[in-house]
């Protein structure tokens, strides 16, 4: 089994190549973990900055001291890809990002679409954010990442038109599209911005703003997928084309 991941502000140790991890990280790792001498661990800033290191003891119920080694620095995926995310109702939000984590997506842009049943507003829609801000954060750490999602801001329409308009390939999936993501011509390198919308589906006003910006209509197959599981599958099959997953 694959070390686990546990994240950290520093990677400073004692001198000796000790580092003490505490707080709540490190009573994860000692209380529920249970990680015991000698076993292996993966410190990691979740920004790209990672050490892999060996549980040299555990000490109360809050931390665990690692003997670290060379702390690296993961490249940037390329393409990179960010998928735009209408809001959905209830926890399916959380879902969503949580799927996409683990597919190996590379930022998620929150989206209040004019069909979106949920909107975010003030103290509501900072709570919901930083929902979604941890769920990328624990999926990111179960999935052995260590350059995590970024999850931007709640955007406008007229915030993601602009986002497409500075991307290599911009995409929405919709059902007006003629042409299957699948076969797509995809960039080697540089944004690929997809757009997913809510269970309403994206209107026209909008479909028209984002086709201004240089975005194109695809379908993503047969099925109609909910709008929490068809940014996974499209980044999926967007990540299995590119030969990021290869």
Same mark, same amino acid.
């Given at each position: 089994?694959?070390?686990?991941?546990?994240?950290?502000?520093?990677?400073? #140790?004692?001198? !000796?190549?000790?580092?003490?991890?505490?707080?709540?990280?490190?009573?994860?790792?000692?209380?529920?973990?249970?990680?015991? /001498?000698?076993?292996?661990?993966?410190? #990691?800033? =979740?920004?790209?900055? %990672?050490?892999?290191?060996?549980?040299?003891?555990?000490?109360?119920?809050?931390?665990?001291?690692?003997?670290?080694?060379?702390?690296?620095?993961? @490249?940037?995926?390329?393409?990179?890809? #960010?998928?735009?995310?209408?809001? @959905?109702?209830?926890?399916?939000?959380?879902?969503?990002?949580?799927?996409? $984590?683990?597919? !190996?997506?590379?930022?998620?842009? @929150?989206?209040?679409?004019?069909?979106?049943?949920? +909107? %975010?507003?003030?103290?509501?829609?900072?709570?919901?954010?930083?929902? %979604?801000?941890?769920?990328?954060?624990?999926?990111?750490?179960?999935?052995?990442?260590?350059?995590?999602?970024?999850? /931007?801001?709640?955007? $406008? #329409?007229? +915030?993601?038109?602009?986002?497409?308009?500075?991307?290599?390939? /911009?995409?929405?999936?919709?059902?007006?599209?003629?042409?299957?993501?699948?076969?797509?011509?995809?960039?080697?390198?540089?944004?690929?911005?997809?757009?997913?919308?809510?269970?309403?589906?994206?209107? @026209?006003?909008?479909?028209?703003?984002?086709?201004?910006?240089?975005?194109?209509?695809?379908?993503? !197959?047969?099925?109609?997928?909910?709008?929490?599981?068809?940014?996974?599958? /499209? =980044?999926?099959?967007?990540?299995?084309?590119?030969?990021?997953?290869?």
């Amino acid at each position: 089994m694959t070390a686990p991941v546990f994240v950290v502000g520093h990677f400073d #140790t004692d001198g !000796g190549g000790r580092y003490v991890l505490d707080g709540a990280e490190g009573r994860h790792a000692v209380s529920v973990k249970r990680l015991r /001498a000698g076993e292996r661990v993966v410190l #990691t800033d =979740g920004a790209g900055r %990672w050490a892999e290191g060996e549980v040299d003891a555990a000490e109360g119920k809050d931390r665990l001291i690692v003997r670290l080694g060379e702390v690296v620095e993961e @490249p940037v995926e390329s393409p990179r890809l #960010t998928v735009v995310q209408a809001l @959905p109702k209830g926890d399916r939000g959380e879902l969503a990002v949580e799927t996409m $984590t683990e597919v !190996g997506v590379d930022a998620v842009v @929150p989206w209040s679409a004019s069909r979106c049943v949920t +909107q %975010w507003r003030g103290e509501r829609g900072l709570k919901a954010l930083g929902k %979604w801000r941890a769920t990328a954060r624990e999926a990111g750490k179960q999935s052995r990442r260590v350059r995590f999602p970024e999850v /931007a801001d709640a955007a $406008t #329409t007229r +915030q993601v038109a602009s986002l497409l308009a500075e991307a290599e390939f /911009a995409a929405v999936l919709h059902e007006s599209g003629t042409e299957p993501l699948a076969t797509a011509g995809l960039p080697a390198s540089g944004d690929i911005v997809l757009v997913v919308g809510p269970e309403g589906g994206v209107s @026209p006003e909008e479909l028209a703003v984002f086709e201004e910006a240089g975005a194109r209509a695809f379908r993503l !197959g047969r099925s109609v997928l909910r709008t929490s599981t068809a940014g996974t599958a /499209a =980044g999926a099959l967007l990540l299995g084309r590119t030969g990021r997953w290869s």
